[in-house]
């Protein structure tokens, strides 16, 4: 009984072993790259494989472009300000070599016996037609009294008049109340030049104008008693026709008065003994 029930088991063996050995045989002469099902669900998948690779890789490359956008951003607005930073501190740094070049041409101003100086800053103007008036950081407390000349290494600037103990008002030569004693440079005749409200100065008076001719500098006579003698004043533009005493005579300062930023006060005001060629008028003796 057991052998004879045995015999279906290997009787389906067998045909199981002959089939698979038929299959093998088959796929040996048939060689194919794959099953029909396995393209079919290959064919099918791939676009939506193809989908969901370009969505994450949309999603991804999106959020690091974001990032990196904003990262750049801020190193962007890093910079700007570094670099807002640096051309301000080159400026302020430019600023410092030009005001110390000046310093410098004024420390360097050549002793001509106009005694003690101090140099101070311009920190306003009076630009008006009735007034030509620049106010400076220097005043009583400093040696600044009424009447200080103040000058620059170019020419003569104006006269201190008003002084406080931090500060002072100079009355530019410009001014039409203002007046300087000069003389002509090569023939050392002397005059009074006025200011005319404008950029140029007038001749109020000399003692002979038939010489005078375009290029003649105006240097300080030092008989007004403000102004050291032998302070350049101005040059001489044009000459045109007599009117009453003297010629009309335009004539440019030597001073820059557009760009004055510091200028220099003279503290000790020369006496008439103290300036060159000057006589006082003494008393005839019987």
């Given amino acids: ?139 009583r407390s400093h040696g600044v009294q009424t009447d200080s000349a103040v000058i620059t290494p170019a020419g003569v600037v104006g006269r201190v008049i008003y002084a406080s103990n931090f500060f002072s008002i100079v009355q530019l030569i410009l001014d039409s109340q203002s007046a300087v004693g000069v003389m002509v440079s090569s023939t050392r005749q002397q005059g009074i030049v006025t200011g005319t409200a404008s950029r140029e100065l007038q001749l109020d008076y000399i003692e002979d104008d038939n010489e005078l001719k375009e290029g003649d500098e105006f240097i300080t006579s030092g008989m007004d008693r403000v102004y050291p003698k032998g302070l350049p004043v101005g040059v001489i533009t044009s000459v045109g026709e007599r009117r009453g005493l003297v010629k009309v005579v335009s004539i440019r300062p030597k001073a820059d008065f557009g760009r004055l930023e510091e200028v220099i006060c003279i503290l000790e005001r020369p006496e008439a003994a103290d300036i060159p060629g000057f006589i006082e008028d003494q008393p005839q003796q019987e």
């Avoid at 279906?8 to 099902?37: C, E, H, K």
């Avoid at 690091?64 to 700007?80: I, M, R, T």
């Avoid at 640096?86 to 740094?93: N, T």
Wanted: charged share 20%; net charge positive; proline share 3%.
């Fill in 1 to 139: 009984m057991v052998a004879a029930s045995k015999k279906p088991i290997w009787i389906t063996l067998g045909v199981v072993l002959a089939l698979q050995t038929l299959l093998i045989s088959y796929q040996a002469n048939n060689r194919t790259d794959t099953t029909f099902m396995r393209v079919w669900l290959l064919g099918s998948l791939a676009p939506a494989e193809k989908l969901v690779d370009l969505t994450l890789y949309g999603i991804v490359h999106v959020w690091e472009s974001y990032f990196a956008l904003v990262g750049a951003h801020d190193e962007n607005q890093k910079l700007k300000s570094e670099m807002r930073q640096l051309q301000m501190q080159l400026s302020r740094q430019h600023e410092e070599i030009l005001e110390a070049r000046r310093l410098r041409a004024m420390l360097s101003v050549p002793d001509s016996g106009i005694g003690k100086t101090v140099v101070a800053r311009v920190i306003a103007s009076d630009p008006s037609r009735s007034s030509q008036t620049i106010t400076i950081d220097k005043g």
